[in-house]
């Protein structure tokens, strides 16, 4: 008598799934290098929701518009800060305003770069 046997869907039988918008695709890089700050590890094919990118494409992706001068240290400042948070400044908060427009500045120069490699529509 023939068994069938359980073999798992690996992600490449699976779709990945875009974010959303930049700003998910951001919050999900700051938690996933918060948590290899603190001591994860991680391995291909294992996430429960495939996504089109690693962390490291992110990350890769701000490098190259800093060393293109098109985002300053501000801007990463900000991103980290509120990223670290899971929410954007808000900008009908006095203290949070200059963070606003450094964010809506940060995420105009993230959008169409991830939407060309396919990680946001």
């Known amino acids: 008598m023939s068994r069938e046997r359980f ?21 999900w890089f700051v938690q996933a290098w918060e948590a290899r700050a603190n001591g994860a590890r991680f391995s291909a094919n ?23 001068r098109k985002l300053i240290q501000d801007h990463l400042c900000v991103l980290l800060h509120y990223g670290r948070r899971l929410k954007a400044p808000n900008p009908h908060h006095r203290r949070e305003q200059r963070a606003t427009e450094l964010w809506r500045e940060a995420f105009a120069a993230l959008t169409p770069v991830l939407q060309t490699k396919g990680i946001i529509p």
């Open 46 to 68: 294992l996430a429960s929701q495939p996504r089109p990118c690693e962390p490291a494409d992110i990350l890769q992706v701000v490098h190259r518009l800093y060393r293109q």
């Open 7 to 27: 073999t798992p869907r690996t992600q490449s039988d699976v779709a990945p799934v875009p974010f959303s918008s930049a700003e998910d695709a951001w919050f």
